[in-house]
C-alpha cells in the first residue's frame, strides 16, 4: 500500500512590528529681544516717520501728487463736488466756467479760528482789487460743515462764498490736504484755459500776497483798462503834436511870405 505524504502547513507570516509613535517636531523657540535689538527697532521706525514727514510741506501733499505752476489740468472731473455754504453743489469746472478769468482758492483748516478768521478777512478787505477789479472769482475752502461755514461767512460779512468740502476731494485734489488728515493753509488759482497760476501752502498774509502778485501779473481789468487808456492818451498827445507843428509849419511859411512882399515892396 502506497504511503501518502503529506503537505505542511506554509509557516504563518511574522507578526508587522507595531507602528512608531510619530514624534512631533519641538518647534525652536524665537530668540528672545535684546534691549539693543528693540532700540534699534525703535530707531528705525522713528527714522522711517521722519522720512514720511519730510515729503510735506507745511502738512501739504507731496509735491509730485498736486498740480505746479504752469501745468494745465483737465477741469472735468477735478477734485469732485462740493457745497457752497448754502448747501447747494458745485465743482471746480463749474466756478471755473461762470468765472470772467478764472477762480482763486484759498485753503483754512478751521472756521472762526483766530488764523483763519484773519485770513479770510484780509481777503474780504482787498476783495474789490483781487476779484472785482481783476475778473477772479474768489472762494474760501475748508472741510467744515454748512452750518460752521454759515456762521462764519455772516459773522465777518465776507463779500464772497466758502466752499465745504468735508471729504477733502479737492482739498486733495490741488495739493492741500494735511497727513493723515487735516488741510494746509494755502492758496489755488487756475484760469479758465485750465492753466494753474499759482499753488502753494503759506500764511494767512502770505496767501493774500500769492494773490495780489497773480493779479498785478495779469494786469486784471483795470490794469488793462489803464493801459488802454495810456495808450489812447500818448496817441491824443501825439495828435496834438502833431497839429501843433502843422500850425507852426503854416505860420512860419505865411511868415517867410509876408518878409518876401515886403522885400519886393521895398525894391519898387
Known amino acids: 500500500m502506497p504511503v501518502e505524504l503529506r503537505k505542511r502547513k506554509a509557516p504563518a507570516p511574522p507578526p508587522e512590528p507595531p507602528a512608531k509613535k510619530a514624534t512631533t517636531a519641538k518647534k525652536a523657540a524665537a530668540p528672545k529681544k535684546t534691549a539693543a535689538t528693540k532700540v534699534a527697532e525703535a530707531v528705525k521706525e522713528t527714522v522711517t516717520k521722519v522720512a514720511e514727514a519730510a515729503t510735506f510741506t507745511n502738512g501739504a501733499a507731496p509735491a509730485s501728487d498736486k498740480p505746479s505752476v504752469g501745468d494745465v489740468i483737465s477741469l472735468e472731473g477735478f477734485g469732485g463736488e462740493v457745497t457752497f455754504q448754502t ?18 482758492l484759498f485753503t483754512y ?16 478787505d482787498e476783495y474789490t482789487s483781487l476779484a472785482t477789479d481783476s475778473g477772479f472769482d474768489i472762494y474760501g475752502l475748508s472741510t467744515d460743515s ?8 455772516e ?19 490741488i495739493g ?6 487735516g488741510t494746509a493753509r494755502g492758496v489755488f488759482v487756475v484760469d479758465k484755459s485750465g492753466k ?3 499753488a502753494q501752502a503759506g500764511s494767512p498774509e502770505g496767501t493774500v500776497k500769492v494773490v495780489r502778485e497773480v493779479v498785478e501779473g495779469l494786469g486784471g481789468d483795470k490794469g488793462e483798462e489803464k493801459k488802454n ?9 501825439e495828435e496834438v503834436v502833431t497839429e501843433e507843428k502843422k500850425e507852426e509849419a503854416v505860420a512860419a511859411v505865411e ?5 518876401e512882399e515886403k522885400e519886393e515892396e521895398k525894391k519898387e
Do not use: H, M, W
Open 229 to 237: 487808456g495810456e495808450v489812447e492818451e500818448k496817441k491824443e498827445e
Open 146 to 153: 454748512i452750518r460752521a461755514n454759515t456762521t462764519f461767512k
Open 196 to 198: 494753474v497760476l499759482a
Open 176 to 181: 492741500l490736504k494735511k497727513a493723515p488728515k
Open 255 to 259: 511868415e517867410k511870405k509876408e518878409e
Open 87 to 104: 448747501g447747494d453743489f458745485t465743482t471746480l469746472a463749474a466756478l471755473v466756467e461762470k468765472s470772467k478769468k478764472g477762480v482763486v
Open 155 to 173: 459773522k465777518q460779512k465776507l463779500p464772497y462764498e466758502l466752499l465745504c468740502d468735508p471729504r477733502a476731494s479737492l482739498i486733495s485734489a
Open 109 to 124: 483748516p478751521k472756521a472762526s479760528t483766530p488764523g483763519c478768521t484773519r485770513q479770510v478777512c484780509l481777503f474780504r
